[in-house]
């Protein structure tokens, strides 16, 4: 416009031109071969090529593309401009073999709704393990918690954890803690011979039923220590205050995969005073492998067999001579000849005598021997 004319004013039929957002640029660059054009987003920005379904499938997952939608997913191709749908399912699917494909790995950009659960039900989360039928890997193989306290394991964590119990018992016999660890972990023969020889017997079948306790809670301490010398009741409280233990002390059983050996393994450790009670023995190193010899024939245990095979090594020279001479012929014969020490419903028996009940067990008195 050198000449200094103005611009002609513009009319209705002569619009403004504008730029398009979506136009494609005017020097559009080379395609190297095999790639795709991309997409222009909304401000003209070359958007990101949509991710193509994965060609495989995760276990219990079958191949193949969803038929009936037009996303990148169900249609495998890109750049079409659509919305993934990440494999949702269709809101008119059919009931068909084909329409019950399972969902694809990649994740949905936006929320999906869950139906409500029942009350006291747990939603599994997006990184646990699922089985086949869609449930989580826990449900299906039957691993929740059985009880209060209990975590699943699996055999081979069993055998970790019995190698290193067992390893941290030998090295300090006091740690109680690695000893239960020990117990639950390789007790899977011996405790359902226990519960085996509960049911068989009235006793040991009431003992079942009604799951008592003992307990600082349960035991009425003054009553116990105004019995007779001599009774049950009495030497197991005089047992408790001169060794300074307490039943409270015992571990509750946490890998035992069955809620009702669970109490059998329970009630062996709640009872195990009681076994010092009618044994005569006290609490120090001779006294429990003493109590252990008598266990071990008793119940089975691989654990009490371990406390009797090793605890020795810890012992003089004068007290091996006694155990091997004295104590362990006399814990192994009142071992054999008793009858199951865990068919003995004690809350009941608090008035018997000690050597009454050990005759009607079939314990022998023990040697007259300083321990």
């Known amino acids: 416009m050198g000449l200094g004319i103005p611009p002609p004013a513009l009319t209705a039929q002569q619009p403004r031109l504008h730029r398009v957002p979506n136009a494609a640029p005017r020097h559009p660059r080379r395609l190297v071969h095999g ?45 079409r401009g659509s919305r993934c749908c990440g494999g949702a399912p269709l809101p008119q699917a059919s009931a068909s073999r084909r329409s019950l494909w ?24 997006h990184s646990e393990p699922r ?30 954890l019995a190698a290193g119990s067992a390893v941290m018992a030998l090295y300090d016999p006091y740690r109680h803690d690695m000893v239960a660890v020990l117990g639950e972990t390789t007790g899977c023969l011996a405790l359902p011979n226990l519960r085996d020889k509960m049911k068989n017997h009235p006793e040991g079948y009431h003992i079942l039923q009604e799951r008592p306790r003992i307990r600082l809670s349960t035991l009425d301490m003054a009553r116990l220590q105004g019995l007779p010398d001599g009774s049950l009741g009495r030497e197991y409280a005089r047992f408790l205050e001169d060794n300074k233990v307490s039943p409270d002390t015992r571990m509750p059983p946490k890998f035992v995969d069955d809620e009702e050996l669970a109490y059998v393994i329970q009630r062996y450790r709640e009872v195990h005073d009681l076994m010092h009670t009618l044994l005569g023995m006290p609490t120090n190193m001779l006294g429990e492998v003493v109590v252990k010899w008598f266990e071990a024939v008793q119940t089975g245990l691989p654990m009490c067999v371990l406390g009797a095979a090793f605890g020795p090594v810890r012992l003089s020279t004068r007290k091996l001579q006694v155990l091997a001479t004295e104590l362990v012929p006399w814990a192994i014969r009142s071992g054999l000849n008793a009858s199951c020490v865990l068919n003995v419903y004690y809350e009941q028996r608090w008035e018997q005598p000690v050597e009454s009940l050990r005759e009607e067990l079939g314990i022998f008195p023990p040697p007259a021997v300083r321990v």
């Open 35 to 79: 790639e795709e054009p991309r997409q222009l987003g909304r401000r003209g920005r070359h958007a990101r090529p949509a991710p193509s379904p994965p060609r495989w499938a995760l276990p219990g997952q079958r191949r193949g593309r969803r038929r009936g939608c037009g996303c990148c997913c169900c249609r495998g191709q890109r750049g």
């Open 102 to 125: 399972r969902v694809w790995a990649s994740p949905s950009p936006g929320p999906v709704s869950h139906p409500p659960l029942p009350a006291g039900r747990a939603r599994p989360s």
């Open 131 to 160: 089985g086949r039928d869609g449930r989580g890997g826990e449900e299906e193989e039957g691993w929740h918690q059985l009880y209060p306290g209990h975590i699943p394991t699996s055999p081979l964590q069993k055998a970790l």
